[in-house]
């Protein structure tokens, strides 16, 4: 039972200390040392204020064992000074041989120091000092008073007792150093991860307003002050766009919205607007059926007009070539407390594992895409309580339907 106390006192302090540093975000080396030192200061101290309580002195001298395989010197020296008073003041027999002991260990230190000895070696010739100073304290000084055959059973036992604890806690702490760096490494992945997947979605999302300029830019006029006045507010509208998107991901963060009160309505007729030079530029029909009413919903503007630009550009881009022409259709209905935005166009359609994988980030079936359009504009849907959803059939079309939620008290 008092050997059980004994690996208790000496393991639980190390799980502790190893279950700290696995969680800490600002885990550092020099404060995982000084930590250590700390704690093994510590566990020896304990074995000496109950030493009337346990009987197995022998563990006394793990956490000094831990310390030189750590390369920790002063802890070492400090540990070899605390252990050398504590058996001069509580112990009568020779104290030079407990000098000599701890002497010999460190300098065994030293040679592991510099040759980089294995642990398992460093134990064995631990364990070979001991059990030589062992012997000389119980047939020497004959402490014991007991018969040559039991003195030998008690230092085969208790030098046993020291190579299982001694090499069971180096192990332990080994692997729960090995999960914590693991664990570390795992972290950096994931900060990485973000950074590439906020990169990709910047990538991905910023060409949308950047070809909308260049395509109004291209059919800019400067002596034609009607293309003037109708042009250069789109252009400004698409770069205030594209500002708002870099500004998102130069945090690399999650996708913040910023609720207003907004007329559906209005927007996605801007939105149309936008696009229309893009439509006939690709040959597309774009069949509109937004009422001309009020609608006011409680959104991010910006987003919610990200989203349906990504959604018509995916549509446009769905074009089956036997077919003579490609036509999208865009319409809304009202649904008690949601508002719905239908996107239907007539392309290639999916079969069921792309319908099934098609808002899954990087999944993508365009030879230049990144996967991350749809991701995207399903993420902005949901942070406004709403849905994304796909219908579609191969070779017949696909149909995409907005849910939003509507407010009543903004329209009564």
Do not use: W
């Not at 050398?84 to 041989?97: D, H, W």
């Amino acid at each position: 039972m008092n050997i059980i106390i004994d690996l208790i006192i000496i393991v639980f302090p190390i799980s502790l200390y190893l279950l700290n540093i696995a969680y800490n975000n600002n885990y550092k080396k020099i404060l995982d040392k000084y930590t250590l030192s700390i704690i093994l200061i510590f566990e020896t101290l304990i074995f000496i204020i109950f030493r009337e309580s346990l009987s197995s002195l022998i563990l006394i001298n793990v956490p000094l064992l831990i310390s030189y395989l750590k390369r920790y010197e002063v802890t070492s020296i400090l540990l070899s000074i605390i252990l050398l008073l504590y058996y001069t003041l509580f112990f009568k027999y020779n104290i030079y041989f407990i000098f000599l002991e701890y002497v010999l260990y460190f300098v065994i230190y030293l040679i592991f120091n510099k040759k980089v000895l294995k642990k398992e070696l460093l134990l064995y010739i631990f364990i070979f000092i001991k059990s030589i100073i062992l012997s000389i304290e119980i047939f020497y000084f004959n402490i014991n008073n007991n018969s040559f055959i039991i003195n030998l059973l008690n230092i085969t036992f208790k030098m046993l007792l020291f190579y299982i604890c001694s090499y069971f806690i180096i192990v332990f702490l080994e692997r729960g150093e090995e999960i914590m760096n693991l664990n570390t490494a795992i972290k950096e992945l994931e900060k990485e991860k973000v950074l590439r997947t906020s990169l990709f979605k910047m990538t991905h999302e910023i060409k949308n307003p950047i070809a909308v300029c260049k395509g109004y830019l291209d059919m800019l006029d400067i002596n034609d002050k009607s293309k003037l006045n109708k042009y250069i507010p789109i252009i400004k509208s698409e770069v205030d766009r594209t500002l708002t998107l870099m500004d998102d991901y130069l945090e690399y963060t999650k996708i913040k919205i910023n609720k207003d009160i907004t007329d559906i309505y209005m927007l996605l007729d801007e939105v149309i607007k936008s696009l229309k030079l893009y439509f006939k530029e690709n040959n597309i029909t774009l069949e509109n059926n937004i009422p001309d009413d009020e609608l006011y919903l409680n959104i991010d503007y910006n987003r919610i007009k990200q989203v349906i630009v990504n959604l018509l550009k995916n549509a446009s881009e769905a074009r089956d070539v036997r077919k003579s022409e490609m036509k999208i259709k865009i319409s809304t209905k009202v649904l008690k407390n949601k508002f719905l935005i239908i996107i239907e166009d007539n392309g290639i359609g999916m079969d069921n594992d792309t319908l099934n994988n098609v808002t899954n980030l990087f999944f993508t079936t365009k030879r230049n895409g990144t996967g991350l359009g749809t991701s995207l504009s399903k993420e902005i849907i949901e942070l406004h309580a709403g849905s994304l959803k796909y219908d579609s059939q191969l070779n017949i079309g696909t149909k995409v339907i907005i849910t939003l939620p509507i407010d009543k008290n903004l329209n009564s």
